[in-house]
């Protein structure tokens, strides 16, 4: 429009440049619409210079400066502005448009000149019919304008209302906005926190949107400026920037020029800003920015905008709100989806009861505890599904609750499952109100929690605690004596009642008896069958089942569970099956006694109470307990026997006869004192030694042991030199052999006495007689006629025969008396030295003629207490045997002396002698010295024996003297007789 205005004034006017100058009413500004030959220099020299003119000039009829150097409303800077476009003269003919002032249209002229009338009114006449057309197009302008606007805000509307996804729909707004309302918008929003933050920028150039954005991002508004999108939502006050004035971007851009530089190169125009406000609040502002349209905001745009942030506002709120109630819908749906699963999958019971103890719902857990599926719970009550007995104990809980509003927490109960009645099981049952949004009572809750596992494994563990101070304590009493009979008896105190009703233990001895050491049972009155249970029927280690069973298998048996079968089929008969089912036997567990490998009892537990029933646990406690007893009676029965061992030791060590042990090497590890003493050889010198060094010979000894008769033998043997006769036993075990001996060498030598003394009396005898007898023939024969001397010598070898025969008769009488304590003696005061004389003289008749017998006494000598008789024959012995046993001849002096209070004989001869070692035996009845040491002399071996008899009735002594050869000195004492 304006340039085809400006070429009509050129065809009209024949200027040299044209412009038209539009005013602005609304700021008072004048600026350069559009020109022909006018250089941008001047343009905006001249646009500068109008705004600091202050002259008023008359818009009514045509401006003209004739010579523009001398025009004074021209202000000097205008003036030199025209000068240097080489401007002279110019005309400027106001636009008029109604009563509005729309502009001027000037013509500028090289050359000064004056305007003529004509000029004048042709140029007006322009101006008018430019007026006109500029007026015109500019209310179509905008009426367009406007129109597109209304569309904009329509089509805006309908965006707005066609989501709630808000954000996207305000980008789509901004979209919208450019560039039909605006080159750049930009929306920003307020968070949560009040912070602000950009949510869109729109303008036509995607490159412009991603370079703004960073802008934004670099150079954040200050929240605190006195205007801007901080300051619009702050205050909930739009506005409006007709135009952009470089002191206002200066000022906004102070901290940031480098910032200011880029929006001056962005020739911003005019701006506007509305909050978007909903009830009351700011939710974000609007910016709408003109730039290279050149379009200017006026108030009317600042209504359409506002018009339009309102229903953005409005929508965003609406969204918000709708977001809002769709989340909390949807946390409402989520929770109680939550809710659904975590009821429905509860490994506890739920239930949600109504007032009147109706089921509303259950969950399966509950179901299944109930036996009824879920779905049939609703609207039943409590009598319908659990039955009249527990509902009437449950109902009064509910009606606590319903009235207290007070939940019953935790109540413990123990009760079966209507689905399984013979099993207790435990529970933690919870009922609780359940109210609703008006805190009104609308029902129970009811949370059933099943702790009997729980319960199981408190109780599992109290028993074990249990069990475990019982072993503990029966480990101490079991150690604490070598009893074991009375313990293992003392150790039911500690099971009986607490583990079992009753309690019996057996030993088995080596021929497989058994022996009962203990039976105990908890009710006294049933000990007694007890006890009579074992006595008639005590197990046997044949028996299929029970304590037989364990020993011979060295295994535990438990019997969980006592059927009437199993208790007929290992009892023995009618009897025994009444007895134990009057003890009772509902579960039961043996375990044998086994200690060092060897099984040697068994240990029973029995319950009779059918709710208590063994287990494994039990059993197992059962098998330690076995074991401790076993050890323990083991450890007993080991002390017992060491303690047997050590009382044999002491037999051994002081028993009279001699005991050696033998190995099976023939070694000698044992040699007791008696041993020692009756062989003479130290323990020491023989333990270690084979057999074969000490016992000569050792094979006949052997073989007394190998014959396996425990019956002694008397056996000749040479042992350290000497040879004794040694009566033997010996016996066999699998270490070795034990021998035991007595000494009887003195007895063999007695008995050896006595057969010598059958042969030697029966030859001592039989000489006599043989000479009597032949004597006597001789006499009594008639063919042999005998002279006297003949017949008074065979007379006389009879009687002296005769004597003899009867002094052997007598000392057999007498040592007979001796022995058996009858002989009499008859004490009187005596002479003993006339007794001797007297025997001296009688000897003197029979002496042979080697022989030199004589008698030395003194010439007074006092009397003796004695028996005249037994002490003529004391010495009348002794007198005999020195004769005797001087073969060879010689001496025999009778010297009789006064040794203190006794009169003493002795009686030298030169004989054979007696060696010092059978000093003392040859006063042993029938003691004689062998045939090589007497040189055959006969005897009795009685003399000796009676004199020493007779002598220690007259309490007198005897005693001999001799070194064993040349002689001996045989000496007597009888007692001094008192005054
Ligand atoms: P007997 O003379 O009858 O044998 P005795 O009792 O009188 O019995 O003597 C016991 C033994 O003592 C004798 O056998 C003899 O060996 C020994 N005896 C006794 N008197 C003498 C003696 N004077 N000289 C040597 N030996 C004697």
């Known amino acids: 429009m304006l340039p085809e205005i400006l070429a009509l004034a050129g065809r009209t006017l024949a200027a040299d440049a044209y412009s038209v100058w539009q005013y602005d009413d609304a700021t008072g500004i004048w600026s350069v619409a559009a020109r022909v030959g006018l250089s941008d220099e001047y343009v905006a020299a001249a646009m500068t210079a109008i705004r600091g003119n202050t002259a008023t000039v008359s818009l009514d009829a045509p401006i003209v400066a004739e010579d523009i150097e001398r025009t004074a409303w021209l202000t000097p800077e205008h003036r030199k502005a025209h000068a240097a476009d080489g401007t002279r003269s110019m005309m400027a003919l106001p636009l008029h448009y109604g009563e509005r002032v729309l502009g001027t249209l000037v013509v500028y002229y090289g050359e000064p000149r004056s305007f003529s009338e004509s000029e004048k009114s042709t140029a007006m006449l322009l101006a008018n019919l430019a007026a006109a057309a500029i007026g015109t197009a500019e209310l179509y302008q905008a009426q367009r304008r406007l129109a597109e606007d209304q569309r904009f805000v329509a089509e805006a509307s309908e965006l707005l209302a066609s989501s709630l996804d808000y954000e996207t729909t305000l980008s789509n707004l901004a979209t919208l906005a450019v560039p039909r309302f605006a080159d750049w918008c930009a929306i920003d929003m307020v968070g949560d926190d009040g912070s602000i933050h950009r949510l869109t920028v729109a303008h036509v150039d995607p490159e412009k949107v991603r370079w703004a954005q960073d802008l934004a991002d670099q150079y954040p508004p200050d929240t605190s400026a006195p205007y801007g999108v901080p300051n619009v939502i702050r205050t909930q006050e739009p506005e409006l920037f007709r135009e952009i004035p470089d002191d206002l971007l200066r000022e906004a851009t102070a901290d940031t020029p480098e910032l200011y530089a880029i929006l001056e190169a962005l020739g911003l125009n005019s701006s506007m800003c509305v909050p978007l406000v909903a009830r009351g609040r700011a939710l974000g502002a609007i910016t709408f920015v003109s730039a290279e349209s050149g379009r200017r905001y ?35 749906q989520e929770s109680l989806a939550v809710v659904d699963a975590v009821f429905a999958a509860a490994p506890v019971g739920l239930a949600f009861m109504d007032t009147s103890f109706r089921y509303v719902r259950v969950n399966e857990a509950l179901a299944a505890m109930n036996g009824l599926p879920s779905e049939e719970h609703s609207g039943r009550t409590l009598r319908d599904v659990l039955g009249e007995d527990l509902a009437s104990e449950i109902e009064p809980l509910h009606s606590q609750v319903l009235e207290s509003g007070e939940p019953i927490l935790d109540r413990y109960v123990e009760q079966a499952l209507p689905t399984a009645p013979g099993e207790t099981r435990n529970w933690l049952v919870g009922y609780y109100p359940v109210l609703d949004a008006d805190e009104n009572t609308i029902g129970v809750g009811v949370v059933i929690t099943d702790v009997s596992e729980r319960e199981q494994a408190r109780a599992a563990a109290e028993r074990a605690g249990a069990r475990l101070a019982v072993l503990a304590e029966a480990s101490q009493t079991l150690a604490s004596t070598l009893d074991y009979e009375s313990t293992l008896a003392s150790l039911a105190s500690l099971l009986v ?200 010979p050792w094979k006949t000894i052997a073989e007394l042991a190998e014959r396996g008769e425990p019956r002694p033998e008397t056996q000749p043997v040479e042992i350290n030199g000497r040879e004794l006769w040694l009566s033997i ?49 001789t006499l009594r024969r008639e063919d042999v006629p005998l002279g006297e001397p003949q017949r008074m010598g065979l007379l006389e070898v009879i009687a002296s025969e005769s004597d003899r025969l009867a002094r052997i008769v007598n000392d057999i009488l007498w040592a007979s008396r001796l022995e058996s304590g009858t002989m009499q003696t008859t004490i009187q005061r005596c002479d003993g030295v006339a007794i001797a004389r007297s025997v001296v003289d009688a000897a003197r008749h029979y002496i042979p003629p080697s022989i030199e017998l004589a008698i030395k006494a003194p010439k007074k000598a006092p009397l003796v207490a004695a ?89 007198g002594r005897i005693w001999v003297e001799s070194s064993g050869t040349g002689g001996s000195t045989f000496l007597a004492e009888l007692p001094i007789a008192a005054d």
Do not use: C
């Open 298 to 332: 006026e108030e009317a745009d600042l209504a359409t905008a506002q018009d339009l942030a309102r229903r953005a506002a409005i929508s965003v709120d609406n969204a918000r709100l709708f977001r809002e109630a769709e989340g909390s819908r949807r946390e409402a």
């Open 497 to 696: 009642p607490r583990f079992a009703d009753w309690y019996a233990v057996d030993i088995v001895d080596e021929n497989g008896l058994f022996r009962r050491l203990a039976v105990v049972h908890s009710d006294p009155a049933k000990s007694e069958w007890a006890e009579k249970s074992r006595d008639l029927y005590p197990p046997d280690l044949e028996e299929d089942e029970g304590t037989g069973r364990a020993v011979r298998t060295g295994e535990a048996v438990l019997y969980r569970t006592i059927s009437d079968e199993l208790l007929a089929s290992s009892t023995k008969d009618a009897a025994h099956n009444e007895i134990l089912h009057q003890l009772g036997m509902a579960s039961a567990m043996v375990v044998p006694l086994t200690a060092a490998g060897r099984t040697f009892g068994g240990l029973m537990l029995v319950s009779s109470d059918p709710a208590r029933l063994y287990d494994e646990d039990d059993l197992e406690f059962a098998k330690h307990l076995g074991r401790r007893a076993a050890v323990a009676v083991d450890n007993a029965r080991l002390y017992r026997a060491a303690e047997e061992r050590a009382r044999a030791a002491i037999v051994v060590e002081h028993v009279a006869d001699g005991v050696l042990l033998v190995d099976q090497d023939e070694i000698i590890r044992l040699w007791n004192p008696a041993a020692e003493h009756i062989t003479g050889l130290a323990a020491a010198e023989t333990v270690g030694r084979s057999t074969a060094e000490v016992f000569s």
């Open 867 to 955: 028996d005249p008789d037994k002490a003529r024959q004391v010495l009348t012995n002794l007198v005999d045997n020195a004769v005797k046993y001087s073969p060879d001849g010689g001496r025999v002096i009778v010297e009789i002396t006064v040794e203190g209070p006794q009169l003493r004989y002795a009686v030298h001869d030169d004989g054979l002698g007696v060696p010092p070692l059978e000093h003392r035996r040859i006063f042993e009845k029938f003691y004689r010295l062998d045939p090589d040491l007497t040189r055959g002399v006969g005897g009795t071996g009685l003399g000796l024996y009676i004199s020493r008899g007779l002598l220690e009735r007259m309490g």
């Open 729 to 777: 036993t010996g016996v066999g075990f699998e270490g070795g052999t034990v021998y035991a001996f007595r000494d009887l060498t003195a007895e063999r030598a007695v008995e050896k006495l006595k057969s010598d003394f059958v042969s030697t009396v029966s030859h001592e005898l039989r000489t006599p007689l043989a000479a009597i007898y032949g004597a006597a023939l």
